[in-house]
């Protein structure tokens, strides 16, 4: 029996691009002589079932794709209550669920990282909507206007940049009010949105909760209160992860969050999304997980040392220039 299962959506990525990439990722497998089996999803959530199932069958799972295929693939690794490892190959437009526990948007290395066999505990998050619908996540749980664009996104046939659908939300947007109860703080008021982050970045490399680690033990909640102009205009700064300090960027950190309306009858409430996954429109209730989950990983956090090669410093570090 092959060691890995590695599940991938065909339907994914950019026709030619995927199935290259999927070639590619074959190569150096190959190459590295890893033992694997691979499956392809059918349907939406489908990548929950086979992870799920082919845990319990003895497998280690890898979601190749994109943030949507490793966010199913870890859920389902995470609910089948066995304890077998996860990984990722990163193939998508935004791979920051990978990114999040230090693997790079490079095929051949995430093929290395798997030969390589090391693991590492990592902080979860768990969101449950006043509805019933329940998700684990690695990266960002958020609501407002960064998740209109992420439905927008999703549901996309062209166009299909998270650049793109901003600008397509960006002209009807109204703030709204919303009630943020955390541990020990209590927020009220308007919000373009709220970004409740286990690991740092969104979108594709942008960095609105840059402080947010995976391994400290609870989110760090970030409420944009920015004219949605303006908002557009620091979209450069998310990604060279200078967003921070900001006077209208309230940070707190909190071990259990719930977002709410400020008003309860409020016709057409925020929806919430995590790792680029639509949940429904709040109310919902978000946990930290402390080491919640083992995932395969690189020793150290090669984003982080990436990102400083590039910048000159750690994305979570704030005193620059």
């Not at 002589?33 to 349907?43: A, C, G, I």
């Not at 943020?180 to 373009?192: L, R």
């Not at 960095?207 to 102009?229: E, L, S």
């Amino acid at each position: 029996m092959e060691d890995y299962a590695i599940i991938h959506n065909p339907a994914a990525g950019k026709g030619k691009k995927e199935k290259k990439d999927i070639e590619f990722m074959k190569k150096c497998l190959g190459e590295l002589n890893v033992s694997y089996k691979l499956f392809e999803t059918e349907y939406v959530r489908h990548a929950i079932e086979l992870g799920s199932n082919l845990v319990k069958d003895g497998y280690r799972v890898i979601g190749a794709g994109g943030d949507g295929t490793c966010n199913e693939v870890m859920n389902g690794a995470i609910t089948s209550n066995t304890g077998a490892l996860c990984g990722f190959i990163p193939m998508g437009s935004g791979n920051d669920i990978p990114a999040a526990i230090g693997i790079l948007p490079d095929i051949k290395r995430a093929c290395e990282i798997i030969a390589e066999g090391k693991s590492g505990k990592s902080d979860i998050g768990f969101a449950k909507t006043d509805t019933g619908i329940q998700r684990y996540f690695l990266g960002i749980g958020s609501q407002g206007f960064d998740s209109d664009v992420t439905r927008r996104f999703n549901e996309a046939k062209r166009g299909k940049s998270y650049v793109t659908q901003t600008l397509k939300a960006l002209l009807p947007w109204k703030n709204k009010q919303i009630k943020v109860t955390m541990d020990n703080d209590v927020y009220e008021g308007y919000a373009n949105c709220l970004a409740c982050a286990n690991g740092p970045s969104y979108g594709g490399f942008m960095y609105i909760c840059q402080k947010a680690r995976v391994d400290d033990g609870f989110f760090h909640v970030n409420i944009v209160d920015i004219g949605k102009f303006k908002l557009l205009r620091h979209f450069n700064r998310m990604y060279k992860a200078t967003l921070l300090p900001h006077p209208n960027i309230y940070e707190y950190t909190s071990k259990k969050v719930r977002v709410e309306m400020l008003n309860s009858e409020e016709p057409n409430p925020y929806i919430s999304q995590v790792d680029g996954e639509i949940l429904d429109q709040v109310p919902v209730n978000y946990e930290c997980i402390k080491d919640g989950f083992e995932f395969i990983r690189p020793e150290i956090d090669e984003v982080a040392e990436a990102f400083k090669k590039e910048h000159g410093r750690y994305f979570w570090e704030c005193n620059y220039d």
